[in-house]
T-cell receptor, first 114, second 112 residues
């Protein structure tokens, strides 16, 4: 059974810092990995999706990497801003089975202090 | 192209009542997924549907919960005889095929 772990559970940084969020998964047989952002009381916004054959994806100040063999992904946020404050979720999709079920981590709650 | 639309956004039910949560997928998407987020927990898969078919319901509680995705109209997640433990955020996602899934804003169910 796939398990996804995110470390740290919470992180508080001053504005302008570069930071790294970590995600690990136990079963390397994945189809893809996604990073989401969840704002309090709101839905999920997909930030980056990395296919299993890819190593990284970039979007603006965000860069996500994937090391499938070691079961790890990182989300790098450059020059953090208070507006980046949210919970960041990592989710993996299985490569086997007929359904595409995302297994989510419990998230990292990020606070960027002005 | 509107995103995944869920309604209502907030739903309050008394114990024993029925809750109906609706999800309209993005235009052109025929795959729908329902997830539940209990307080202080991560999202957990419940059910995966295509038009008129339940493909995988391995995450659905065995009793009181059902889901459908009819040929016409939105997907419905139905919870009968709700209990306090059903209070959660229920998210729907859709995709055109085996690709990236897009999530709705969720329905927050509170059972009083």
């Amino acid at each position: 059974k796939q398990e996804v772990t995110q470390i740290p559970a919470a992180l508080s940084v001053p504005e302008g810092e570069n930071l790294v969020l970590n995600c690990s998964f136990t079963d390397s047989a994945i189809y893809n990995l996604q990073w989401f952002r969840q704002d309090p009381g709101k839905g999920l916004t997909s930030l980056l999706l990395i296919q299993s054959s890819q190593r990284e994806q970039t979007s603006g100040r965000l860069n996500a990497s994937l090391d499938k063999s070691s079961g790890r992904s990182t989300l790098y946020i450059a020059a953090s801003q208070p507006g980046d404050s949210a919970t960041y979720l990592c989710a993996v999709s299985p490569s086997s089975g007929s359904a595409r079920q995302l297994t989510f981590g419990s998230g990292t709650q990020l606070t960027v202090l002005p | 192209n509107a995103g995944v639309m869920q309604n209502p956004r907030h739903l309050v039910r008394r114990r024993g009542q029925e809750a109906r949560l609706r999800c309209s997928p993005m235009k052109g998407h025929s795959h729908v997924y329902w997830y539940r987020q209990l307080p202080e927990e991560g999202l957990k898969f419940m059910v995966y549907l295509q038009k008129e078919n339940i493909i995988d319901e391995s995450g659905m509680p065995k009793e009181r919960f059902s889901a459908e995705f009819p040929k016409e109209g939105p997907s419905i997640l139905r919870i009968q005889q709700v209990v306090r433990g059903d209070s959660a955020a229920y998210f729907c996602a859709s995709s055109p095929a085996d690709t990236e899934a897009f999530f709705g804003q969720g329905t927050r169910l509170t059972v009083v």
